[in-house]
Each structure stands twice: as structure tokens, then as C-alpha cells.
């Protein structure tokens, strides 16, 4: 018999969807003996999963329940297959994504505080916001009071599960999209991310929803935000490290572009950290996934993995094969 262990934090009511034929073993935060497994469900707080791994025994087989996958190979080793949780965030990680674009284009963080301020005639401030980050000072009439995201162009750097719902989220208001993932292909058009560069100043929104790589860590640095045009709005859903932090902190207070955060390097932004005073900036502590639906949504994609394994089928979400 399988023996699964999953952290204890989890609502015994989601676990129902596991095949039967495993022992399902909890496993607390405070685990202080070693316990043997053959597969091993991770806190999805990496922290915590950390704490008790040298604990665990005999894993053959890791099903996250995240999407990232980044730290788990070096910490299980080769030996070990690692299915990642693909799937299980597209909903929540898209709508963040709409609403952050969204959020900036109808400038919400500004009107918050004029909200707060309970001042009516500061509204004007958004004309002065408008022209300063756009670069456009034509005497508009009436005032630029806002922006509208129908008929944007918008570069999706990343072109997985979660750029496409986000892709069919955005349908709707007929953006122009161009797309990038490691590779090109057809149909769609996705282009190869060697071509990032040529594609960065054709775009009013760049959007990162790729995964955290070798090859991706550090991708946006000074060179790319120069080749972004004024004001562009930048949203990264994905990893922190994928972008320079030093790169977008000064490219925020240059009034270059402008940018929604769920991620940051580092991750937990400490107290103090440039990023929280720059302007033009939303930043979210990475929270896009984290809904109601998170635990059981998950929970069913391990579930189907985990039957997959059993019989000996091809993984759907294999991230590491064992060798």
C-alpha cells in the first residue's frame, strides 16, 4: 500500500478524491521523527516544506500542488519523480492578471487615495499621471481621466497553461497579442524568446507568466525596460527572479514604465525595500493563487497524477522523471 503523506494544515474534506488503496499520512509542521512515504504532497509554503524534509524517508514520487517546481529537484535529488501542479492555478493567477492590467489602466491605486483623502477635485491629478507617464501632452479635451485596454498590444512572455487562460480572458477586448515561450511554434503564432528584444518596444502591456529557469533568471533587466516604450505597463504573475530587481526599481523611478507586482526578488519583500515606496507601481505579496478553490483544485490534479502513477500510465505534469 501507497503511503502519501500531505501536509496536516489541509481539510480532510478535499483528501476524498484520492484513489483507494493509500494510506493518507498527515504530516505536521512541527514534524519531529522520520516518517517513511513513497509520495510526498508538499506544503505549498516552501519554508514549511523545507522544515520537515530531512525527516521523510523513502519518497519516490513528489506531487506539488504548485505550479513552480524550482526548488524541489535540489532538494529530493534525481532520484525522484516531481509532478508539478499544472493546471491547478490557471482561473486564480488569470484573473489576478486581468484585474492588475485593468486595475492600472483605470488608474485604481490613484483614485484609492484620492478616495482616501476625500478630496473630489484631486481627480485631476490623473490628467497630470496620464501625461506624465505616457509622454503624451496634446491638449486633450475632455481631460484624460483614465485608459482603456481594448485594442492594446499586449506581450505574453510565456505561453503555458496559465498565459493561455489569461490569452482567453483577454479575448474579449480584442487586444492585439504576440507571444513568447522557449521556443517558436505555429498555430497560434508564439514567437521564440530569442526574439524578445525586437518584440519589447511594439507592446503597451509585457505580461511574465513563464517559469523560473536557468535560462529565465534575470531575463528583464535594464536593457529590456529601455526597449519598452514610455509608460508601458509591466505585470509579472510569474517568479521574482526572473526580472532585475535593481533594473525595475530604477526603471519605476525614471517614470519609464509602470508595473503590477504579485512577485518580487526578494521574496518576502522586506521592510523598507525600494520597491514598496516606487511610483506608479501595485504590488501584491504573491497571492494570486490563493483562493478558495486553491486547496480542492490542487488537491484533484495530485489526485489524477497519483492514479496515473499507480497504473503505470504516462504522467500528465512530470516535471522530473526518476533516473
Same mark, same amino acid.
Given at each position: 500500500m501507497?503511503r502519501?503523506?500531505?501536509p496536516?494544515?489541509l481539510?480532510?474534506?478535499?483528501?476524498?478524491? =484520492?484513489?483507494?488503496?493509500?494510506?493518507l499520512?498527515?504530516l505536521a509542521?512541527?514534524?519531529?521523527?522520520?516518517?517513511?512515504?513513497?509520495?510526498?504532497?508538499p506544503?505549498?509554503?516552501?519554508?514549511?516544506?523545507?522544515?520537515?524534509?530531512?525527516?521523510?524517508?523513502? &519518497?519516490?514520487?513528489?506531487l506539488s500542488?504548485?505550479?513552480? /517546481?524550482?526548488?524541489?529537484?535540489?532538494?529530493?535529488?534525481?532520484?525522484? /519523480?516531481?509532478?508539478s501542479?499544472?493546471g491547478?492555478?490557471?482561473?486564480s %493567477?488569470?484573473?489576478?492578471?486581468?484585474? *492588475?492590467?485593468? *486595475?492600472?489602466?483605470?488608474?485604481?491605486p490613484?483614485?484609492?487615495?484620492?478616495?482616501?483623502?476625500?478630496?473630489?477635485k484631486?481627480?485631476?491629478? #490623473? /490628467?497630470?499621471?496620464?501625461?506624465?507617464?505616457?509622454?503624451?501632452?496634446?491638449p486633450?479635451?475632455?481631460?484624460?481621466?483614465?485608459?482603456?485596454?481594448?485594442?492594446?498590444?499586449?506581450?505574453?512572455?510565456?505561453?503555458?497553461?496559465?498565459g493561455?487562460?489569461?490569452?482567453?480572458m483577454?479575448t474579449?477586448?480584442?487586444?492585439?497579442?504576440?507571444r513568447?515561450a522557449r521556443?517558436?511554434?505555429?498555430?497560434?503564432?508564439?514567437?521564440?524568446v530569442?526574439?524578445?528584444?525586437?518584440?519589447?518596444?511594439?507592446?503597451?502591456i509585457?505580461?511574465l507568466?513563464?517559469?523560473?529557469?536557468?535560462?529565465?533568471?534575470?531575463? &528583464?533587466?535594464?536593457?529590456?525596460?529601455?526597449?519598452m516604450?514610455?509608460?508601458?505597463? =509591466?505585470?509579472?504573475?510569474a517568479?521574482?527572479?526572473?526580472?532585475?530587481t535593481?533594473?525595475l526599481?530604477?526603471?519605476?523611478?525614471a517614470?519609464?514604465?509602470? #508595473?503590477?507586482?504579485?512577485v %518580487?526578488?526578494?521574496?518576502?519583500?522586506?521592510?523598507?525595500?525600494?520597491?514598496w515606496s516606487?511610483?506608479n507601481?501595485?504590488?501584491?505579496?504573491h497571492?494570486?493563487?490563493? /483562493?478558495?478553490? =486553491? *486547496?480542492p483544485?490542487?488537491?484533484?490534479?495530485? *489526485?489524477?497524477?497519483?492514479?496515473?502513477?499507480?497504473?503505470?500510465?504516462?504522467?500528465?505534469?512530470?516535471?522530473?522523471?526518476?533516473?
Amino acid at each position: 500500500m501507497l503511503r502519501v503523506g500531505y501536509p496536516a494544515q489541509l481539510s480532510a474534506e478535499f483528501l476524498n478524491v =484520492f484513489p483507494d488503496g493509500i494510506e493518507l499520512i498527515p504530516l505536521a509542521d512541527s514534524l519531529d521523527h522520520d516518517v517513511e512515504l513513497d509520495v510526498w504532497i508538499p506544503d505549498p509554503y516552501q519554508g514549511r516544506a523545507l522544515r520537515i524534509w530531512p525527516r521523510l524517508q523513502g &519518497i519516490r514520487l513528489v506531487l506539488s500542488l504548485m505550479a513552480g /517546481t524550482e526548488w524541489i529537484p535540489g532538494t529530493v535529488g534525481p532520484h525522484v /519523480t516531481i509532478c508539478s501542479g499544472r493546471g491547478a492555478h490557471n482561473v486564480s %493567477t488569470a484573473e489576478w492578471t486581468l484585474s *492588475a492590467i485593468l *486595475a492600472m489602466q483605470k488608474y485604481f491605486p490613484l483614485y484609492f487615495g484620492i478616495q482616501q483623502s476625500g478630496q473630489w477635485k484631486r481627480r485631476s491629478e #490623473a /490628467t497630470t499621471h496620464y501625461e506624465t507617464i505616457s509622454g503624451d501632452k496634446r491638449p486633450l479635451y475632455p481631460p484624460v481621466l483614465l485608459e482603456e485596454l481594448t485594442g492594446k498590444t499586449v506581450l505574453m512572455v510565456g505561453h503555458g497553461a496559465i498565459g493561455q487562460e489569461i490569452e482567453r480572458m483577454l479575448t474579449p477586448f480584442n487586444v492585439d497579442l504576440l507571444r513568447v515561450a522557449r521556443s517558436a511554434r505555429t498555430e497560434p503564432l508564439v514567437h521564440s524568446v530569442s526574439e524578445l528584444d525586437s518584440l519589447l518596444p511594439k507592446a503597451d502591456i509585457v505580461v511574465l507568466i513563464l517559469p523560473l529557469t536557468p535560462e529565465s533568471r534575470g531575463l &528583464i533587466g535594464s536593457k529590456q525596460f529601455g526597449l519598452m516604450r514610455q509608460g508601458t505597463l =509591466f505585470v509579472n504573475a510569474a517568479r521574482g527572479p526572473i526580472v532585475q530587481t535593481n533594473a525595475l526599481v530604477e526603471a519605476l523611478n525614471a517614470g519609464k514604465i509602470r #508595473a503590477a507586482l504579485d512577485v %518580487t526578488d526578494p521574496e518576502p519583500l522586506p521592510d523598507g525595500h525600494p520597491l514598496w515606496s516606487c511610483p506608479n507601481l501595485l504590488l501584491t505579496p504573491h497571492i494570486a493563487g490563493s /483562493t478558495p478553490q =486553491f *486547496a480542492p483544485r490542487a488537491l484533484k490534479t495530485a *489526485a489524477d497524477e497519483l492514479r496515473r502513477f499507480i497504473a503505470g500510465e504516462p504522467l500528465h505534469n512530470a516535471v522530473q522523471l526518476a533516473v
